[in-house]
């Protein structure tokens, strides 16, 4: 067994501010975690895999998520503490993100209550999920890596540093509901481009739609003709000729198709 006094280095923090802090959340240190943690000390030695061999300064949550983590290296375990506070406070993170406190005056007190103490969970999660360590020291040696990734956000041209803002403009600019939005977000590979873009397509689509069927409905009632064939022979005039519109689409459908077999033609003796 090896002896974790000499093969750790204890992390400390250059700044005063920083004394005490779960490098990981930064929240209050009460423990260590050990990169890797010591039962698997043996098996990052003998095998000369790399490992960084800290006492990392960490709260009792953030060392409980790591505790049969066996990464070697500190970014890798920033990484697994981020996923796992993530994934614990997800549900908060989610209402922080989407209500604003402006907005929850309306609702019934008891709806309103549980959604303040969402917002307030929520927003001490998502800034323990976005911090980003600190300045340290370990043996000697000086270390600024903070291993986390600023995130930039981007909403068709504007850019935004955190989630919560680019969706609340997101929202706003482009008129579309937060909770929507988000489903959208995630189901386009995380792009608010592709969301808002897809989401007014598809907006534009059922307006088109609602107006194709409600003319081609009267055309088809007025000239005793298919609503089905109507609709289809537009949308297929449409495709052929982009400059057409339903109208005249239907204009070309009557001239075309029915103005003639209704009416005999009559050929000159
Ligand atoms: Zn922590």
Redesign the pocket.
Known sequence: MHDETELYRLMSALDAKNFNT??????I?TKYDLTPPIKYAAFYLNTREEADFYKVP??????D?LKYDKSGLLGQRVDV?KRM?ARKYKRAIRIYEVWDPDEIDDLAYQLKHCVNAGIVLGKESYE?VT?KGFDFEADGEKHSAHYVTNEVFSVLGEKFDNFRDALDYGSKAYRIPKAKLIQMFTEHNNCFDTAINIFHEKITRKIYQKKLKDKCKNFSIEHKQNIKFVMRTVEIYCKQEQSLTIETALSKLYEERIKKSSIPVLTPA
């Open positions: 779960c490098f990981y959340c930064g929240c240190a960490a709260c009792r949550e953030c060392f998520f503490a506070l323990r911090f």
